[in-house]
């Protein structure tokens, strides 16, 4: 097979969880999103770079689930997906408009779905708020990404963020040059 790693049965939670995605219930029950302020100048580009190079170290950022056809579901692992990150520049706008325009994009991101047979099962926005201050949205599927796992994750980016984007496991902290997150 052509982009496969690996493959994977699915734990009995993820069953549970499959059939309920699958079951036409509501499809932001199954969806972590964390928000977070950037505060400080980001350079988008590096910015993707580092997520992609996230994806590319956690098996898991890179899975999908297969079950038409198939006696038992598989988790697919991908060798190799794109993440994109939308972005959008809401400095034309006041701050309760900005405020308005973020919550809406939220919700309606949360319930926006994800076929589950397409990799990444993620989603990230950049809303630029002020020159220095961005709001990011990250939206994954509970069946990748737990509430546990989300923020780990999440330092593992900003810790290839700091490492110029290439994802350097040994990349020190973000210096006073690099953005500060705020989770709100």
Not at 37 to 55: K, M, N, S, Y
């Amino acid at each position: 097979m052509k982009n496969v790693d690996d493959l994977y049965s699915l734990t009995p939670v993820q069953q549970s969880m499959l059939a309920h995605a699958l079951g036409g219930g509501d499809t932001g029950t199954l969806v972590e999103q964390l928000t977070c302020t950037i505060e400080g100048p980001l350079e988008v580009d590096r910015f993707e770079r580092a997520w992609q190079a996230t994806v590319a170290r956690h098996d898991v950022l890179r899975t999908c689930f297969l079950w038409d056809g198939l006696k038992e579901p598989l988790q697919v692992v991908r060798s190799e997906v794109s993440l994109s990150c939308k972005v959008d520049d809401l400095r034309q706008f006041s701050s309760e408009d900005q405020t308005a325009r973020y919550l809406g994009l939220r919700q309606a991101d949360q319930h926006r779905g994800f076929d589950l047979t397409q990799a990444p099962l993620m989603r990230l926005q950049l809303m630029r708020m002020e020159d220095d201050r961005w709001r990011l949205l990250w939206t994954c599927h509970h069946l990748i990404l737990d509430g546990l796992s989300v923020p780990l994750v999440f330092r593992d980016a900003m810790m290839a963020y700091a490492a110029g984007g290439q994802g350097d496991e040994e990349a020190s902290q973000p210096s006073s040059g690099q953005p500060r997150t705020k989770f709100r």
